[in-house]
């Protein structure tokens, strides 16, 4: 039974469900594509990185995706990871002794479309799959039972909101503001003890959860160190909704006060932040930390109404849940318009995205 001493009050933030034109399943291209950039990057950690003595004595490999959202990258992302290890036992003639049976749990937030994942998995699979609902900032699995976590595109995610940007009476209330880019430093510095506190706990489960030996493929999203955060996509995508929602306070669409209490619960990495909590953490070994930069092709992908959908596919369920149903197709489309308006700068601007691999140190 998972420790209570470590389980945290962890909010969720589903991507929108459903496989229609506005859901995540048909608006995550960008996340696909980031994912195949680094799958040879991937496969040359496993083949170099994963101890398959420490594993022998299991029949089974355990593979969890963290955060899965639904299909199809994080099948994408399975079927790369099942593949690189089966290489890795042919590579030390495993293959025909015997070959693992694997077991796939695929975790995300209960109110995650598990209905819609489940429906979705690919026929031909080799492996067999779980589902785990719950956040990764707490314990999910039984002490040394998963061989390889993976996480891609969710660990930018707080567990929730800082409290001091939402406490009227803090120096880092947030008034005005929906995010820390642009904004005080001690609402930056808020979300930054959140987000250490929020890895504290991830890697304090994980390490717990993996067997010696096992390891960590993690994508990030972040920044470089030293850079400022104004020149990435994820700076001018919140610019802009920040933008859209005051305007609908103008309007009179929604009210002050609902925009002042509203803080989207996103933090952007840097290298050197990361490694300082794996190296408090001491369970863990970085084996890789590559900076994989991108920057928008110009591509039908990427046109303003692709970008206003993937947008609308991450942020959809907040915007709900602090405003309501009524607001978010008028938000939406005058996000869309915003995103034309400034598609020739959004296009310039960088996306960083970090691979980083972990191994479980043995005592």
Same mark, same amino acid.
């Given at each position: 039974m998972a420790s209570e001493e470590i389980r945290n009050v962890s909010e969720g933030y589903p991507m929108k469900g459903g496989d229609g034109p506005d859901s995540y399943a048909k608006n995550s291209t960008y996340q696909r594509k980031a994912m195949e950039s680094v799958k040879? $990057?991937?496969?040359?950690? &496993?083949? +170099?990185?994963?101890?398959?003595?420490?594993?022998?004595?299991? @029949?089974? =490999?355990?593979?969890?995706?963290?955060?899965?959202?639904?299909?199809?990258?994080t099948f994408s992302s399975v079927e790369n990871i099942?593949?690189?290890?089966?290489?890795?036992?042919?590579?030390?003639? $495993?293959?025909?002794?015997? &070959?693992? +049976?694997?077991?796939?749990?695929?975790?995300?937030?209960?109110? @995650?479309? =598990?209905?819609?994942?489940?429906?979705s998995l690919p026929s031909n699979r080799q492996y067999y799959a779980v589902g785990v609902p719950g956040s990764f900032y707490d314990r999910l699995f039984p002490s040394a039972s998963i061989?390889?976590?993976?996480?891609?595109?969710?660990?930018?995610?707080?567990?929730?909101?800082?409290?001091?940007?939402?406490?009227?009476?803090?120096?880092?209330?947030?008034k005005g503001r929906i995010h820390y880019l642009g904004s005080t430093d001690e609402v930056v510095r808020a979300?930054?003890?959140?987000?250490?506190?929020?890895?504290e706990s991830f890697l304090r489960a994980r390490a717990e959860e993996l067997v010696y030996g096992g390891l960590m493929v993690l994508i990030i999203p972040g920044h470089p160190q030293g850079t400022p955060l104004s020149p990435t996509v994820a700076y001018l995508t919140l610019?802009?909704?920040?933008?859209?929602?005051?305007?609908?306070?103008?309007?009179?669409?929604?009210?002050?006060?609902?925009?002042?209490?509203?803080?989207?619960?996103?933090?952007?990495?840097?290298?050197?932040?990361?490694?300082?909590?794996?190296?408090?953490?001491?369970?863990f070994s970085i084996e890789t930390l590559e900076t994989i930069p991108h920057v928008l092709a110009d591509d039908a992908v990427f046109n303003a109404k692709q970008l206003a959908a993937h947008g609308r596919a991450v942020l959809e369920g907040l915007i709900k849940q602090q405003f309501g149903n009524e607001i978010t197709d008028e938000l939406f489309d005058l996000y869309g318009k915003k995103m034309e308006e400034e598609l020739s700068i959004f296009k310039q601007r960088k996306r960083t995205n970090f691979l980083v691999v972990l191994k479980r140190k043995a005592k």
């Open positions: 040879e $990057l991937v496969t040359k950690g &496993i083949a +170099e990185k994963l101890d398959i003595d420490l594993l022998l004595p299991s @029949n089974s =490999f355990h593979i969890a995706d963290l955060g899965c959202s639904v299909g199809p990258n099942l593949e690189a290890v089966q290489l890795k036992f042919q590579s030390q003639g $495993l293959m025909n002794h015997r &070959i693992p +049976e694997f077991q796939v749990f695929f975790n995300d937030h209960t109110p @995650n479309d =598990f209905n819609l994942l489940f429906k061989h390889l976590f993976h996480s891609s595109f969710a660990l930018q995610w707080l567990s929730k909101v800082p409290k001091d940007v939402e406490d009227k009476n803090s120096p880092a209330w947030n979300y930054k003890a959140q987000y250490s506190e929020n890895m610019q802009v909704i920040e933008a859209c929602l005051i305007d609908m306070v103008r309007k009179g669409v929604i009210s002050e006060e609902k925009l002042d209490s509203f803080n989207i619960p996103m933090y952007s990495i840097c290298p050197q932040e990361l490694e300082a909590l794996v190296e408090q953490n001491g369970s």
